[in-house]
């Protein structure tokens, strides 16, 4: 990400600190920025373009964690949910904007969306079950909003617990809902890598 880029999404989260974002101008954000007008105008059409394009850098970014946390047979479900709590945290303002969809039209549902989108693009795999009947595009749109359901709850609640100990309890959470269960991809080379990880098998997709 270029400089002025970071500079203008940054700008928008510290203002949606003190104003509303219907409050909010292109002006407001250039102006905090520290970059110009035609810079701005160069990379968004308007601050709308701007609040997508934060959603987008957040999911992809989610979507990548988890899709590498998935495919490390050493990964358990608390590591990766660990990961995932430890990279929001580092981009806490972000997120609770996000979350708490301060901003219309860019907020959780947007989030959960664009993070499907992501998650099936990177992990490229499907359920890999005896079910022939699952629907897979069901599948995928509640477990994605069930996580990030986890993540607005530690959001709602300040942060607290810390990353390790609210990964436990989320992996508990997790393991209770679908216990047993395994995750599993089958690399290109026929090996096979598993991990424990209370969700449900899965397999690369050729």
Known sequence: MNRSRKAYLEALVELLRTKSYSKITASDIIGRSGYGRTGFYRQFSDKNALAAALV?????????????????????????????????????AEYHAILSSQIPGHGFDEFCACALVDFRIMANARPNC?????????????TT????????YWDAHGYEPAAP????????????????????????????SRGDVGLISFAELS
């Open 56 to 92: 987008k850098e957040h999911t992809a970014m989610y979507a990548r964690i988890l899709a590498n946390d998935l495919r490390d047979s050493q990964c358990n479900m608390e590591d990766m949910v660990r990961h995932i709590l430890e990279h929001v945290m580092q981009h806490r």
């Open 130 to 142: 005896s079910d022939a009947e699952l629907d897979y595009d069901l599948f995928y749109y509640a």
């Open 145 to 152: 909003r069930q996580f990030a359901d986890y993540l607005r």
């Open 165 to 192: 100990q609210m990964a436990k309890r989320i992996a508990g959470v997790i393991d209770h809902l679908s216990p047993g269960d395994a995750l599993r991809f089958d690399n290109s080379d026929g090996a096979e």
